[in-house]
């Protein structure tokens, strides 16, 4: 007995040893955000003041100190997103995550984002000073790889902590260009389409240009006008599941001050991003004597895209302008390493890559490239057949100058300057939002456009020696959509068509007019507009669309076939406003109805596959209510059956009787069951998170959610058999800029700031965002210095 108690006391002072070595070590992992600590090359002291939510506030005495200082405590609070970002486009996800992710890889690769990054960087000018300031950020990176803790991911995937460089700046820009394409997932679905049921298929489509739509408006001010001086189904499901952020949408819109309450410039701004953990957003305050920013980082990259002080502010959406291009190739019949150009068959360019594969052998794999691009073919699961196709992209074709604009962006302190930035940014297509303190509002779209003739269809794959040519006929930036001062007195961008340039209406993949139309709907008739009312409009939930479709599908319901309970429903439906809030039935029945509306119109003649990718187009979204409106669309006839043709009125029955019995199966017919909330969550997924029991610590939520697809708070899903509806995209931020009042603007982001787990801000702002709430963006700095959480001083080395 005695032998039997000292053994248990033996293992009790083990497993309390063990138990304090745990808590160590987790102790250690914690972001350090107080004390002093020395940073190699720091001219000066910085000081590092962290607010009650984790954001620093970095006040140095030059900037290249400043960006040192930021590049340390970015890499702090999110190394292990700054590693995930800057692997995608160089292919180094499998070395992370095994071979499932070596497709992922061999595409990214043969995009050339890294090819492009190495050029650019070998021939970039090293005393800009947009590139002295990024080295110094890198520099201050790679201080905290070699002497602070290492992220627990990287211990649970057994990757070395590396050096970051230049070039990976350039491939984590690379990649978000990507993620804003959408000619990717869309063009291969069309062109298969095309061959397999022909062109009247694709008229319903709305693909083209739409002229009826509600478009953003050009205004250039005259001489008499003043300006104040004062493809990828596959690899998204796989970042997906990675939960990288893909780019998706946004809004935004800049009141001038004829329409605001206080007579001051208010800026709105919500990008919409997939939503992963840590959230996409790093945000970071830095104050000099030459520059003073409070901006929005992403991981790896030193300039914000988001950002303003007390003279200006900027944001951003999607432009949504083709910028990618697909051809059919030719091989020689005699020699498939040839293919026909003008001046007859030349060899492929052979291009061989290397893909680094954990716990297994490396890959080494080589791809096609002809004068348009490399051969997707074997690479992009959506590229099916043996005719070789190839993909020409803008952004891998240019000189790369975005860092250069981002610099300048950050660095403007006035429209003019501002203006300057933009034309460097060739791709990806952005809206840049501007608003300043000298009462200017502004919106550019900035992207290199190039002329397109009506004759020739951006979204189908070009036949061989048909399309664009390869050498384009690029448009002046000046000639770009854009509106400065309008008479309107606001501008805006919801992702939706622009007006006309050079006599066209430009292609693009442009999401459809919903979010637009209540934005114009909200801002048009009032003139006192101020931080609390723009606060209320940025998670406005109301459709302005979603009834009218509605009302329209209404017309083909024959009531003799409904019973009680669904006359109850159609009854409410008819008189249902678009509100997507928690307790919604309607918002529930209607997605129910139009999901299965879809469905008996498109899948016959598409097949599970097709139509799968068809459901994650933006051409589906802008299909909905002009399609509930056409009668005659062929798309209506079920070509599975025989011996009758189904009519619009049958499918519109059919699926909402189908929609009902799904509800009723998965909530029983009590209808208050069917409230939105029990359909509409989030969840924010952190790859490690994918392992069921580390799920609760790394993921945060789920939560049910207000909002819906396409309204302004823009919470975003893919419909599928299972009727719920897992929100995957929304707003990254929701940032309001008050210039009557620049110090006490708000904001909010969907998590926290830290990417760290063992962090308080991993996810203390996860509530109020579902909430709708905001914090400030803290300026003053008094305030900042008097109310600082805790505080970190960098000092320079004592020699």
Do not use: C
Request: glycine share 6%; charged share 25%.
């Amino acid at each position: 007995m005695r032998t039997l108690k000292k053994i248990g006391k033996i293992l009790l002072v083990i497993l309390i040893l063990f138990a304090i070595g745990i808590g160590i070590f987790i102790y250690t992992l914690k972001p350090d955000y107080s004390g002093k600590h020395e940073l190699v090359h720091l001219q000066n002291e910085v000081g590092v003041y962290y607010d009650n939510y984790g954001i620093p506030h970095i006040y140095g005495q030059n900037e290249k100190d400043a960006f040192r200082a930021l590049g340390y405590v970015h890499a702090q609070d999110r190394l292990w997103q700054m590693e995930l970002l800057r692997r995608i486009a160089s292919g180094g996800l499998s070395e992370v995550f095994g071979k499932d992710l070596a497709g992922t890889d061999k595409f990214f690769l043969s995009l050339g984002i890294a090819d492009a990054s190495k050029i650019t960087v070998a021939n970039v000018d090293e005393e800009s000073e947009g590139v002295i300031l990024a080295k110094a950020y890198l520099d201050g990176i790679n201080q905290f790889i070699a002497e602070g803790p290492t992220p627990i991911e990287f211990y649970l995937t057994g990757i070395e902590k590396e050096e970051f460089v230049l070039e990976d700046v350039y491939n984590t820009i690379g990649y978000m260009a990507f993620s804003f394409a959408m000619a990717h997932k869309t063009d291969p679905l069309l062109m298969t389409i095309n061959s397999k049921l022909g062109p009247n298929y694709l008229k319903d489509l709305h693909i083209g240009s739409d002229i009826t739509t509600e478009r953003i408006k050009n205004f250039k001010p005259s001489q008499n006008d003043s300006i104040q001086n004062n493809l990828t189904a596959s690899v998204n499901k796989a970042l997906s599941v990675l939960n990288v952020p893909l780019f998706e949408g946004s809004n935004s819109w800049v009141i001038a001050p004829e329409k605001t309450k206080n007579r001051k410039v208010i800026l709105a701004n919500d990008p919409h991003i997939g939503f992963a953990q840590p959230s996409v957003w790093y945000e970071a305050h830095i104050e000099t004597p030459n520059y003073s920013k409070y901006g929005y980082h992403i991981a790896g990259i030193p300039f914000p895209l988001l950002g303003h002080n007390r003279k200006s502010a900027y944001g951003i959406t999607m432009f949504e302008n083709d910028d990618v291009d697909f051809y059919y190739e030719q091989n020689n019949p005699d020699n498939d390493k040839e293919y026909l150009t003008a001046n007859g068959y030349v060899e492929y360019e052979l291009v061989n890559k290397t893909i680094k594969v954990k716990d297994s052998t490396d890959i080494k794999f080589t791809y096609k490239k002809s004068i348009h691009g490399p051969i997707l073919n074997g690479i992009a699961d959506q590229i099916k057949g043996d005719r070789p196709i190839a993909m020409s992209w803008i952004y891998t074709q240019m000189d790369n100058k975005v860092i250069d604009a981002l610099f300048r962006l950050s660095h403007s302190n006035n429209l003019k300057e501002f203006k300057i930035a933009l034309p460097n940014i060739h791709a990806p297509g952005l809206n840049i939002m501007y608003g300043d303190a000298e009462d200017n509002v502004a919106w550019f779209a900035t992207a290199q456009l190039y002329n397109i003739p009506d004759s020739v269809n951006t979204k189908l794959i070009y036949e061989v020696g048909e399309g664009l040519p390869l050498k384009k006929e690029f448009i002046s930036f000046n000639e770009n959509p854009q509106a400065i001062n309008p008479p309107n007195n606001y501008v805006y961008s919801a992702n939706n068509q622009p007006d006309s340039i050079a006599g066209m209406l430009y292609p693009g993949y442009y999401l459809p007019e919903n979010r637009a139309k209540r934005i114009v709907e909200l801002l048009e008739p009032k003139n006192d507009w101020d931080k609390e009312s723009t606060s209320e409009m940025i998670t406005d939930v109301r459709s302005s669309v979603d009834p009218a479709i509605i009302t329209d599908l209404a017309k083909f319901i024959d009531i003799n076939l409904l019973s009680e309970t669904e006359l109850k429903v159609m009854d409410s439906l008819k008189m249902w406003n678009g509100n997507y809030n928690l307790k919604s039935i309607d918002a529930t029945v209607y997605n129910r109805w139009i999901y299965y509306y879809l469905k008996n119109t498109f899948k016959d003649e598409l097949g599970d596959e097709l139509f799968t990718q068809f459901l994650n187009t933006h051409f589906m979204k802008r299909l909905i209510a002009p399609l509930s409106k056409n009668e005659s669309s062929v798309w209506w006839d079920d070509v599975s059956t025989t011996n009758v043709t189904e009519n619009m009125q049958d499918i519109v029955n059919k699926s909402f009787d189908e929609a009902i019995v799904s509800l009723e199966n998965d909530f029983g017919k009590n209808s208050e069951n069917w409230q939105w909330k029990n359909v509409h969550t989030i969840e924010h997924g952190h790859p490690i998170g994918q392992i069921a029991a580390l799920r609760s610590f790394f993921n945060v939520g789920p939560y049910p959610l207000e909002g819906g697809r396409e309204v302004i708070n823009n919470q975003g899903f893919l419909y599928d058999e299972t009727g719920f509806y897992k929100t995957s995209s929304g707003p990254s931020t929701r940032r309001i800029v008050d210039f009557s009042d620049v110090e006490n603007s708000i904001s909010i982001l969907p998590t926290g700031q830290s990417g760290n787990p063992f962090s308080k801000h991993y996810k203390d702002q996860a509530e109020m965002y579902v909430k709708g709430e905001f914090r400030k963006m803290m300026m003053n700095e008094d305030e900042i210095k008097k109310n600082a959480e805790s505080t970190l001083m960098l000092i320079p080395p004592v020699k």
